[in-house]
């Protein structure tokens, strides 16, 4: 589950780091485990949790404060962490509306665990890459076994105990050649609530391995990252970015003729709210980042999870005010990277206000110009956005008119003509 842009601020807590049972090989945070000092325990304690809490709702203006929990794997932390977290929660409350979200490979969880959950109204994303041969193939625990049968038994039991879940796909390159498979087996399973996540991944460079020698370095933002990334390979794993436009493409053509109002698959559904012209609800596709962070284990803060690095630290939560930090000059500098280094290529975009260049962190190719800074999946992008403007531009008209956006699917008799 991606981070929200919120009114205020939002916080992503990793409360066991980049601990997992699982070893899936696209993971990108399994590599922070290095960045921590060896004896690290990796588990968050009361304090760093109370406090997290405490501080959490404190900083927040609005009347609701959503919790968003992730790993790693936040279960291994085990049932009653969460409890004492519901406790703490309920404790410094002081009247707002508290929700709580979790993602999870769901090869944990067991009817006890889907009780809390449910009776706590937690969402729950669940990580499920698709059919067996499609999940298992980067998915294995950490024997290299199959973790298939077991996230279909915890999905089964969130369905059970009617707790409220979504389901993360991970769209790897071999992924990305099976979408109305994946689609179609989601269905089937009865998942109503889809999410779609290319995995970008850069090879390794010597920069990237000098990091994780310096744990302790002073948290001195560097922008160099952001700005200007040189050029380099992408692993096996990471979905080519046509590949991931066809992907999209092809899912949204059996959505929209099909399931529109019925299956809610959010980044069909992000990109409608752009076309509407409301503002983007998730920092992929905001013009600017730096309003959501992460929470370590330690109580350390990082302007961002994909930026998990001793220059992007801001602070710890045990010692100032996490409203504080987020609106340093660090973090405000780290947020207006993202609209500042847009290329020019980019900028005169048919699809800029969709994208605003997506996240940073996949910005390292060259423009066809050859200005650096072009995301990778920039062509991918394009067509997938292209496919889709006349039916965006119908159901915002729809939405406009005050008209559900199913009637779409009344239009596939012939071609795509609304009119109102």
Excluded at 99 to 123: P, S, V, Y
Excluded at 334 to 341: R, V
Aim: hydrophobic share 35%; charged share 20%; aromatic share 10%.
């Amino acid at each position: 589950m991606p981070d929200t842009v919120p009114q205020g601020l939002h916080l992503m807590a990793k409360p066991v780091g980049p601990i997992c049972n699982l070893d899936c090989d696209y993971c990108f945070y399994l590599e922070k485990e290095q960045l921590h000092p060896r004896d690290s325990r990796f588990r968050m304690s009361d304090e760093v949790l109370r406090t997290y809490v405490r501080r959490y709702i404190e900083a927040q203006g609005s009347p609701e404060v959503e919790f968003t929990w992730q790993g790693g794997e936040p279960t291994l932390l085990g049932l009653e962490f969460f409890q004492r977290a519901r406790a703490y929660q309920r404790e410094f409350a002081a009247g707002k509306v508290i929700r709580n979200t979790l993602q999870t490979n769901g090869t944990l969880l067991d009817d006890t665990w889907c009780a809390f959950l449910a009776q706590e109204n937690f969402t729950v994303g669940i990580s499920l890459d698709g059919p067996k041969a499609l999940h298992d193939l980067h998915r294995p625990d950490k024997r290299g076994r199959s973790s298939f049968d077991q996230v279909m038994r915890g999905l089964g039991l969130l369905q059970k105990h009617s707790v409220s879940y979504n389901v993360l796909v991970t769209v790897a390159r071999e992924t990305a050649r099976h979408p109305l498979e994946v689609y179609h087996f989601l269905k089937d399973a009865g998942v109503r609530h889809i999410q779609f996540n290319p995995v970008v991944e850069r090879l390794p460079t010597q920069s990237d391995a000098a990091r994780g020698q310096h744990f302790a370095t002073p948290p001195e933002l560097r922008l160099r990252d952001l700005q200007a990334p040189q050029a380099a390979g992408v692993t096996e794993q990471s979905v080519e970015a046509q590949a991931y436009g066809n992907f999209l493409a092809t899912i949204f053509d059996e959505w929209v003729r099909r399931d529109v109002g019925s299956v809610h698959v959010m980044n069909f559904e992000w990109a409608l709210a752009a076309w509407c012209q409301l503002p983007a609800s998730v920092c992929l596709f905001a013009p600017r980042c730096g309003k959501a962070a992460i929470v370590e284990h330690d109580g350390n803060l990082y302007s961002c999870d994909h930026y998990m690095y001793p220059e992007y630290r801001l602070g710890n939560i045990l010692e100032q005010d996490p409203a504080a930090l987020l609106d340093s000059p660090a973090q405000k500098a780290f947020g207006a990277a993202k609209e500042e280094s847009l290329p020019s290529y980019c900028q005169g975009c048919d699809y800029l206000f969709a994208c605003h260049g997506e996240c940073p962190k996949n910005r390292f190719i060259e423009t066809p110009d050859g200005k650096p800074g072009l995301n990778y999946l920039c062509a991918g992008y394009k067509t997938y956005f292209r496919h889709i403007t006349p039916y965006m531009n119908a159901m915002a008209k729809l939405l406009a008119h005050g008209q559900p956006a199913d009637l779409i699917m009344q239009a596939f008799n012939g071609p795509l003509l609304i009119k109102l």
